[in-house]
């Protein structure tokens, strides 16, 4: 008796034990459920031209973790050489609206460029999503050379 009164006492105790375990991983899951959802990947960029060498950039990014802790913070273009030109920055999370569209005017370009590469950031993945790269129509009458 004094055998199984020991073996039954352990059982219970690793039965407690594996559902302390298990409730820990499942909390564990819980909270670390934002950084599963995904990176913040350009899906679509338009590009129009407003002036010589002056554009309006309207970017369309699809992510899947729009919360407070995990959501798209900015997208950026930059240049051939990986240079920031411009940025657009959000305040927080556009949650329900996905994917979305936000744009950015007057974005000049430099003399010489021709392609520009458009990128996304989120709050937990940084810059880990597909970007774009785009091919300007830079060339006018307004451009050449006189």
């Known amino acids: 008796m004094r055998d199984c009164t020991l073996s ?4 219970a105790r690793n039965r407690r034990g594996l559902t302390v375990l298990f409730q820990t991983l ?5 909270l670390v459920d934002p950084v599963l959802a995904g990176n913040a990947d350009v899906i679509d960029v338009q ?3 407003l002036m010589p060498r002056v554009f309006r950039f ?4 699809q992510h899947p973790g729009e919360g407070p802790i995990h959501y798209v913070d900015r997208w950026e273009i930059l240049d051939e050489k990986g240079e920031l030109i ?7 999370p556009y949650p329900g609206e996905q994917p979305f569209t936000r744009s950015l005017s007057h974005v000049t ?7 520009v590469t458009v990128r996304a950031h989120d709050t937990v993945h940084g810059f880990a999503g597909l970007e774009r790269q785009i091919t300007l129509d830079i060339e006018s009458r307004h451009d050449l050379p006189q």
């Open 47 to 49: 590009v129009h031209k």
């Open 58 to 61: 309207d970017v369309t990014i």
């Open 8 to 11: 039954c006492g352990r059982a």
């Open 26 to 30: 499942l909390m564990s899951l819980l």
């Open 109 to 115: 370009i430099p003399v010489g460029m021709r392609t």
């Open 86 to 92: 411009d940025e657009r920055r959000f305040s927080g």
